[in-house]
């Protein structure tokens, strides 16, 4: 019986301890940062795991998808067009290269490993493939490349550099285009460079000094100035 009152008790202190550390702004503060990184990296890594690659969203940084209208090509002026311009952000979902669309002009943009530099990503839509030992290699083109825009038919000469010979094979394909988003990746792009990501970290320095240092300087002074005696 003692043992279960002592336990009682213990509990309430427990959670009285708990609320009054709550009631602490900056206690509130880092939970709710806390709470929203989670829910980012938690949104991430399940995006990567619903669409089955480990690129679910990038940011378009080259003009060779854009195909120009009135002799533009920024994607402001014409943003819901059918091609990719630079600042989109893109979701890619990953995909059997068994069931890739290559009937061009309606056929699939895909994400690949450039053969010459795996560690760089290409963003172009699919002209032609065939099957050579058992293996899909997918021949590909930037729908503003070349004298012949999309979705007028190219010639062979035309197609990717790297397409000469075997072209894209399907193990350097990461995924398809499933949705564009215009403009957002230009917030990607600036954190690339070299002023976006210094610029941003400084915002946070400014942010936590404002939310966290001033208050608690204050809150010193404050005291201060009441242990003086009158």
Known sequence: MNNNISGIRWGHSVISKLKKIWKNEYVQTSTVIGIIALIVFGFWFGSQSVLNTSYPALAVVSGSMCVPYDGRCDGWSHPFSQTLHIGDLIIVQGI????????????????????????????HRIVDKEEKDGKIYFFTKG??????????????????????????????????????????????????????????????????????????????KEQKQQEIPL
Do not use: A
């Open 143 to 220: 729908d503003g490349n070349s004298n012949t825009k999309w979705p007028d038919i190219p010639t062979t000469y035309e197609y990717d550099p790297w397409n000469q010979g075997n072209g894209i094979s399907e193990d350097l394909v990461v995924g398809k285009v499933v949705m564009r988003i215009p403009w957002v990746g230009h917030f990607v792009l600036f954190m690339r460079n070299g002023i976006g990501l210094p610029l941003v970290v400084g915002l946070i320095v400014i942010l936590l000094v404002i939310e966290f240092i001033i208050p608690l300087m204050r809150s010193k």
């Open 96 to 123: 059997d290269p068994v069931d890739l669309i290559s009937d061009y002009p309606d056929s699939d943009i895909i994400i690949f490993k450039k053969p010459t530099d795996p560690n760089e990503l290409i963003v």
